[in-house]
């Protein structure tokens, strides 16, 4: 994986030759990205138009509470994680001396110590004015599955206050939209530069990744339409007969 160029985190480049410039080497790092995921065999499905962000489509987020612990999922395009590994020094600067050009730039992402310090220092819960022990799991498939966290709270976790800057701080026009499987209150929160924290209000959803449960229900109920519509179908045949 190349880089071109060195984006330096909450400096951005002014006028049309510069932002252009930048989309293009934006652009080539998160086309690197994807091609090193795919020769590993990692689905990472297509590409966001690498110029769409920050103004594109937000971040998203997905959140689950189990008795004391939380389960949170944050999901960023590929160029986002481009734009973050580049702020935090896990790509080589070619001009600073020789780039590995053995592992993918997702492999370098996973194995950044300055990327998981970063996420940790960005994404945070709390409960009752007390920070929840925050865990982050090993970040594989993280262009697919995101980066998963386990937050383990003092008390049975009914209300919480959500804290996401990640990003922002690169460019204030960055937001995430986090929602969740059981029902929450808000139903979805939307953090920027300037509502950074949320207070919300949860109800237990039983365990499972974010965004699981509502997967399999999803395709229980159509795999359940499916079988009472075969069935139908034969007793009307066995009645014709």
Not at 67 to 82: I, P, Q
């Amino acid at each position: 994986m190349r880089i071109r160029t060195r984006v330096r985190a909450g400096t951005p480049r002014t006028g049309p030759a510069a932002g252009a410039r930048t989309a293009r080497s934006r652009g080539r790092l998160a086309g690197a990205l994807l091609a090193g995921a795919a020769a590993l065999g990692v689905a990472a499905g297509p590409a966001t138009p690498v110029a769409a962000h920050p103004f594109g489509p937000p971040s998203t987020g997905g959140i689950d509470a189990t008795g004391t612990r939380v389960s949170l999922v944050w999901r960023a395009a590929e160029d986002d994680w481009v734009a973050l590994g580049q702020s935090v020094g896990a790509f080589e600067d070619p001009d600073a001396g020789p780039v590995d050009t053995t592992l993918t730039g997702e492999q370098k992402l996973q194995r950044s110590t300055a990327v998981r310090d970063y996420l940790l220092r960005h994404i945070g819960i709390g409960q009752a004015g007390q920070a929840c022990a925050g865990t982050l799991l090993p970040l594989e498939q993280l262009l697919t599955e995101g980066a998963r966290f386990r937050f383990d709270c003092p008390e049975p976790v009914t209300e919480i206050r959500l804290t996401l800057t990640a990003l922002t701080d690169l460019n204030p026009a960055y937001r995430t939209v986090v929602t969740a499987d059981a029902p929450m209150d808000p139903a979805q929160a939307l953090f920027t530069a300037a509502a950074s924290s949320h207070d919300l209000r949860l109800t237990a959803s039983g365990g499972g990744p974010p965004g699981a449960v509502t997967a399999v229900a999803a395709g229980t109920g159509l795999a359940a339409v499916g079988v009472l519509a075969f069935v139908l179908l034969r007793r009307r045949a066995g009645v014709r007969r």
